[in-house]
């Protein structure tokens, strides 16, 4: 779902005890950068689009 700059986007932590977070934050990426941030970086996006492992 499109989060557009200016629009809170929901960040989760899961720390290593298991326990997790939430939180909203304001951002200024577009959602090509949103799919790299989700994706663990540009690359793991590249390669998942291309089916590479």
Do not use: C
Request: hydrophobic share 30%; net charge positive.
């Amino acid at each position: 779902m499109p989060r557009p700059p200016g629009k809170p986007l929901q960040i989760r932590l899961d720390h290593a005890d298991g326990k997790s977070e939430t939180f909203d934050v304001l951002h200024t990426y577009n959602e090509q950068q949103i799919d790299w941030v989700r994706a663990g970086s540009a690359l793991n996006k590249i390669r998942t689009e291309l089916g590479v492992k």
